[in-house]
Nanobody, 121 residues
Framework: QVQLVESGGGLVQAGGSLRLSCAAS????????MGWYRQAPGKQRELVAT???????NYADSVKGRFTISRDNAKNTVYLQMNSLKPEDTAVYYC???????????????WGQGTQVTVAS
């Protein structure tokens, strides 16, 4: 069973920083795209940032210049460095892995359990 194991969430003051990590367990050769999404209470899940195995990145306008996504392809791990955090960044952050083979099955849009990020004003 593939698992996306997230870590790094927590409580931080506005203006502070957090770094999220997400590692895919299991024998996986490569993952096309890994990324982070978030869902605040009462809102829909939204894109935060994605990164392809080739290094192309994409960010939501709301986090550009503050968040940085990176990957370690050899470890099938994705990171999200979050700086200058704002109270509106408060949400559950979900790791996503899209496009990989595991056990002979091709997986799309595979989700982690989520990690809470709370930014206090």
């Amino acid at each position: 069973q593939v698992q996306l194991v997230e870590s790094g969430g927590g409580l931080v003051q506005a203006g502070g920083s957090l770094r999220l990590s997400c590692a895919a367990s299991g024998t996986i050769l490569s993952i096309n795209t890994m990324g982070w999404y978030r869902q605040a209470p009462g809102k829909q899940r939204e894109l935060v940032a994605t990164a392809t195995s080739g290094g192309r990145t994409n960010y939501a306008d709301s986090v550009k210049g503050r968040f940085t996504i990176s990957r370690d392809n050899a470890k099938n791990t994705v990171y999200l460095q979050m700086n200058s955090l704002k109270p509106e960044d408060t949400a559950v952050y979900y790791c996503n892995a899209d496009g990989f083979y595991y056990g002979g099955i091709y997986y799309l849009n595979y989700w982690g359990q989520g990690t809470q990020v709370t930014v206090a004003s």
